[in-house]
Structures are given as C-alpha cells and as structure tokens.
C-alpha cells in the first residue's frame, strides 16, 4: 500500500519561498503521474500542478511562472517550488497521484502566508 508523507510547509511573509517535499513509498511511483493538491479553509481541494514519469509538468494558471514541480524517482519523491508566495497560497498542500484513482492520502503540509 502507498504511503505519503508530505512536508516542508510552514509559515511565510508574501513574497518568500517554500520547498515542498513528499516522499512515496510502495510501488508505482516511478510511472505514476503525481501531483501538488492544496485545500484552502472553506474551499475544496484543488490541483496545484503535476508531474509525468518522464518530468513533462503542468500547472494550474495562479501559480504559473511562481511555483516549479519536480520529482526524484530514485527517491520516489516529489517536491514544489513555491516562489514569491502570495496570501491566497495559504493552504494546507498534498500530493497524490494524479486522475481518477489516487492513492490514500497523507496528512499534507499546512502552508500559511502572511501579508
């Protein structure tokens, strides 16, 4: 059974910079698509960005040009580069599979940016 185990959030002025990280373990990392998901207080969770097996990303259009997803499949880990972060970021951030049959999900990592 997959596990995730997401971390590196934390609190943050607008305008800094957080590295998210998000170790896999169990098979099937190395040819999934994963994904960055975050879930805002009152709103529904909402795909961030994805990544393929072969590192081919996408990304949903607020965080364009500010965010950057990644993944190690030797280390079967995933990261997001979030850069000049914006109060609208706040949120707590998972990662997943990506399509209709994502593994169970872990607890995330809360992300909070001040203004």
């Known amino acids: 059974q997959v596990q995730l185990v997401e971390s590196g959030g934390g609190l943050v002025q607008a305008g800094g910079s957080l590295r998210l990280s998000c170790a896999v373990s169990?098979?099937?990392?190395?040819?999934?698509?994963v994904g960055w998901y975050r879930q805002a207080p009152g709103k529904q969770r909402e795909m961030v960005a994805w990544v393929t097996s072969r590192g081919s990303t996408n990304y949903r259009d607020s965080v364009k040009d500010r965010f950057s997803i990644s993944r190690d499949n030797a280390k079967n880990t995933v990261y997001l580069q979030m850069n000049s972060l914006k109060p609208e970021d706040t949120a707590v951030y998972y990662c997943?599979?990506?399509?209709?049959?994502?593994?169970?999900w872990g607890q995330g990592t809360p992300v909070t940016v001040s203004a």
């Open positions: 997943n599979r990506f399509g209709n049959s994502p593994w169970a």
């Open positions: 169990g098979s099937g990392f190395s040819i999934a698509v």
